[in-house]
Each structure stands twice: as C-alpha cells, then as structure tokens.
C-alpha cells in the first residue's frame, strides 16, 4: 500500500498544479470582468512610468582643458569601467524612490538576521577612545595581493551592519579587495567614555588617519580607496581633498612610507553640503531622519553626555524635547563635535571638491529623496572645472540603493568596484611608464 500510495504522489501533485493554475485563470478572468479598461490601463501606465526610468548613466567630466593630462587619464579610468556606460534598468517591482527605499529595509531586515562576515578589531585612538574596525578578506583564490585596500565610510545613522556597507565590502571582496569598514565613534556597539566622548556625522580627520596606519601595518605599500555613503561621502570627499599630498600618482616627496598612499575617493550618494543639503530633505524622509538622530547621537549615549558637562547635558534635553524642530536637532547634534561654535564645525567638516586632486567618482540619482538633485546642481561648477572629478548620472536609483532589474544586487556597488580597480590599473600603467601627477 506504501509503494502504491508512493506512485499517486506526482500524480496528486500535478492535479494540486492544475487546480492552482486554474484558480488563478479564474481569478483573472473575474479581475478583467470587474475591472475591465482599468486593469489593462493600471497595467500600461505602470510599465510605461517604468520605461521612463530607464536610462544610459550619464557620466559628466570636466570641461576644463587646462591639466588636459590629468583629463585623459580619468577618460582612460571611466573607460575601463562598464557599469558607468551601461543602461541602468532599475528594480521592476519597485522602480520608484519609495519602492528602493522599502526594499532596501528588507536588505537590512535579511543583514540583521545574517552571520557577520566581518572579522572586527577594536582600535584605541590616541585620545584613548575605542572605535571599531571591521574587515572582510578576499578568499585567496581571488585575492590580489598589491591590489588596492578599500576603506569604507559609513552614512549618518547606520554602521557596519547596515545593508549598504555589508553589501558593498562583499562585493569588493569578491572582485579581490581586501576591504576595512571604519565605524566613527559611537558606533559599532561601543559607549564612550565621558573624558574622551565626542562626535559628528561627517568624521574626524584624525580619525581616519590613525585608522590608515593602522592599514599600512597590516597592508603595507598597497594604496587606499576611500569610499564614503551619504553622510560618509561627505567625509571621504573632505578627506581627499585634505590629504591630496598622499596621493599614489605623485612622488612621495619625502613622506614615510609607513603612510599609505590614496589612490582615489568614491561619493556615493554625496549631499556636497553639511547644511544646505539636511535643509533640503523633503518629508516624509525627514522625520525617520529627525528621529534616527534623536537615538543615534543623543538617546543612546545620553548617560556619557550627562557625564561630560553641563552643556552637554543641555543639548541631552534639547534633543529629546519632542517640540524641537528638525533643524534645531540637527544644530545641537553638532555641538557634541568638540569643535566649539558652529562656524569652526562648518569649516572643519564642510569638503571641498575644487580642491580634490585624487581620481574621484560621484554617484547620483535624480530621484534621490535624502540627497535631492539640486544639490547636484548647485556644484555643478565644481564637477565642470576639477578634472580629478567624474560624475555618474543616474535618472532613478534613490538613496543608497540602485538595485538591478530583479532586485537582488545593487548597480552602485559595480560602479564603485570597476573604479577602483580601473584606478588601481591605470596606476600601475602610468608607474611603469615613469609618468607622475602634475
């Protein structure tokens, strides 16, 4: 009876299938009777604002002719790099704004339940202050063992475990990058001490230079990409323009070698302004922005505040105050920088791309809802005049998103891996030829 029952199994199944397939012709049909027009016209403008969407990445460079040396070798670096001439075709489930956004909180639901693939090291700081480093390792079969080290930075209210960090320092991985994510200080599950606290969105510039001895003990004479999201473009974008005399392309003019050497800065969904751009976030985003604040930088390291002084423990009840507008939250995050007035804050954290002069990638979308397009706009100048700069344009994508057709990976995170290593090869190319940096 066992053996007989065994042999019916597929036969049961395959009449299961037939039932589904007919419920589901069944309920079409009843959908197409009751809707009728509608449906096929729901259908037809959903496919066709979905077209609209679909674009070639724009990539603008400099039009300036001036260091026309410096222009062809970022034409040499964007030309080794498919994904920034590619045709972009967004998620088709979820091509708007929103949509990526949602499905971005679904990425980070699917990290929060995986393993680590971090293999993490807590550094001391020179002000005896802990942050944490996380490092994913290429397998051997792939490595590249003088190959670039990327270094990336996070955005504003997440850190390493985020989908956006996680799933770029895999895919750098993959492609054989050793890779180090920076968590600032008050991330990466480590409290502050009152003595030493202190902190900002956009980092500290000492910070990440310890954290880039730190890279040149274990990865000695390998260059560095730094890489930064959102907020963390900010940084990464400031601190290349800051640190333009560690460049890889020039002679090292006497510098320790113990120092690495940067190759080239990628800004990922950059905002180009510390304050204009918080300004200029629409709702609803404003509010998650203005809440994830409130926790991030305030609520959850309210005790070590209260320790610190008095005017911390002021900006502890202002921020938590619920009548305080976004603004006035953002203004008094800032004064836990440690920097004093808001103008010495502006000036030590504001980047500043004309003086960039490191092979550096902007990524953008238009229909970005954090960084909004006008941003972009607004610096357009900069772009045309620097020719260390190239921007790639994309028409949707959101923030921190710009997931393939089905979903699963995201376009930016090729277009950082193809310049990095198109910048890594194009260095090589031009020591081997004895050429250096004007």
């Given at each position: 009876?066992?053996?007989?029952?065994?042999?019916?199994?597929?036969?049961?199944?395959?009449q299961?299938?037939?039932?589904?397939?007919g419920?589901?012709?069944?309920?079409?049909?009843?959908?197409?009777?009751?809707?009728?027009?509608?449906?096929?016209?729901l259908?037809?403008?959903?496919?066709?604002?979905?077209?609209?969407?679909?674009?070639?990445?724009?990539?603008?460079?400099?039009?300036?002719?001036?260091?026309?040396?410096?222009?062809?070798r970022?034409q040499?670096?964007?030309?080794?790099?498919?994904s920034?001439?590619?045709?972009?075709?967004?998620?088709?489930?979820?091509h708007?704004?929103?949509?990526?956004i949602?499905l971005?909180?679904?990425?980070?639901?699917?990290?929060?339940?995986?393993?680590?693939?971090?293999?993490?090291?807590?550094?001391?700081?020179?002000?005896?202050s802990?942050?944490?480093?996380?490092?994913?390792?290429?397998?051997?079969?792939v490595?590249?063992?003088?190959?670039?080290?990327?270094?990336?930075l996070?955005?504003?209210?997440q850190?390493?475990?985020?989908?956006?960090?996680?799933?770029?320092a895999?895919?750098?991985?993959?492609?054989?990058?050793?890779t180090?994510?920076m968590?600032?200080?008050?991330?990466?599950?480590?409290?502050?001490?009152?003595?030493?606290?202190?902190?900002?969105l956009?980092?500290?510039d000492?910070?990440?230079?310890?954290?880039?001895?730190?890279?040149?003990r274990?990865?000695?004479?390998?260059p560095?990409?730094?890489?930064?999201?959102s907020?963390?473009?900010?940084?990464?974008?400031?601190?290349?323009?800051?640190?333009?005399?560690?460049?890889?392309?020039?002679d090292?003019?006497?510098?320790s070698?113990?120092?690495?050497?940067?190759?080239?800065?990628?800004?990922?969904?950059?905002?180009?302004?510390?304050v204009k751009?918080?300004?200029?976030?629409?709702?609803?985003?404003?509010?998650?922005?203005?809440?994830?604040?409130?926790?991030q930088?305030?609520?959850?390291?309210r005790?070590?505040?209260?320790?610190?002084?008095?005017s911390?423990?002021e900006?502890?009840?202002m921020?938590?105050?619920?009548a305080?507008?976004?603004?006035?939250?953002?203004?008094?995050?800032?004064k836990?920088?440690?920097?004093?007035c808001s103008?010495?804050?502006?000036?030590?954290?504001?980047?500043?791309?004309?003086?960039?002069?490191?092979?550096?990638?902007?990524?953008?979308?238009?229909?970005?809802?954090?960084?909004?397009?006008?941003?972009?706009?607004?610096h357009?100048?900069?772009?045309?005049?620097n020719?260390?700069?190239?921007?790639?344009?994309?028409?949707?994508?959101?923030?921190?998103?710009?997931?393939?057709?089905?979903?699963f990976?995201?376009?930016?995170?090729?277009?950082i891996?193809?310049?990095?290593?198109?910048?890594?090869?194009?260095?090589?190319?031009?020591?081997?030829?004895g050429?250096?940096?004007?």
């Open positions: 009876e066992n053996s007989r029952a065994g042999s019916l199994d597929p036969l049961c199944g395959m299961l299938s037939r039932a589904r397939a419920s589901l012709l069944r309920w079409t049909r009843w959908a197409t009777q009751k809707m009728g027009w509608r449906l096929w016209v259908l037809v403008a959903w496919i066709a604002h979905y077209l609209h969407g679909v674009r070639r990445v724009r990539l603008h460079l400099a039009k300036t002719r001036a260091t026309d040396s410096v222009r062809e970022m040499r670096i964007v030309a080794r790099c498919p920034l001439h590619m045709m972009y075709w967004p998620t088709w489930y979820a708007t704004a929103l949509q990526q949602i971005l909180g679904l990425k980070e639901m699917r990290c929060a339940l995986q393993w680590s693939t971090y293999k993490r090291q807590i550094m001391t700081l020179r002000d005896t802990r942050i944490s480093l996380d490092w994913v390792v290429p397998q051997p079969e490595a590249l063992p003088d190959g670039p080290v990327c270094v990336l996070h955005g504003a209210i850190d390493s475990r985020s989908s956006t960090m996680k799933d770029l895999k895919e750098l991985a993959a492609r054989g990058i050793l180090l994510v968590n600032r200080r008050g991330y990466g599950d480590l409290t502050m001490d009152a003595s030493t606290a202190r902190v900002t956009f980092g500290f000492e910070d990440l230079d310890e954290v880039l001895l730190e890279v040149g274990k990865a000695p004479g390998r560095v990409a730094v890489v930064g999201f907020c963390g473009s900010g940084f990464a974008g400031r601190y290349g323009a800051l640190r333009s005399h560690l460049s890889a392309w020039m090292d003019n006497g510098l070698r113990t120092i690495p050497r940067l190759l080239c800065v990628v800004c990922y969904d950059p905002g180009f302004h510390v751009a918080m300004q200029k976030v629409p709702l609803p985003y404003r509010w998650g922005l203005d809440l994830a604040l409130r926790y930088y305030v609520y959850r390291h005790e070590t505040w209260k320790q610190k002084s008095p911390s423990a900006v502890v009840k921020v938590l105050d619920p305080q507008s976004f603004d006035n939250v953002y203004r008094n995050v800032t836990l920088s440690g920097f004093g103008n010495t804050w502006l000036e030590k954290q504001q980047p500043s791309l004309k003086d960039m002069q490191l092979p550096c990638l902007l990524i953008n979308s238009r229909d970005d809802p954090i960084c909004v397009w006008e941003n972009v706009e607004e357009a100048s900069y772009i045309e005049q020719p260390y700069l190239a921007l790639a344009e994309l028409q949707r994508g959101s923030h921190g998103c710009k997931f393939d057709l089905w979903g990976n995201s376009v930016g995170n090729r277009m891996g193809d310049f990095v290593l198109a910048s890594w090869a194009e260095l090589k190319e031009t020591k081997g030829s050429e250096r940096s004007p």
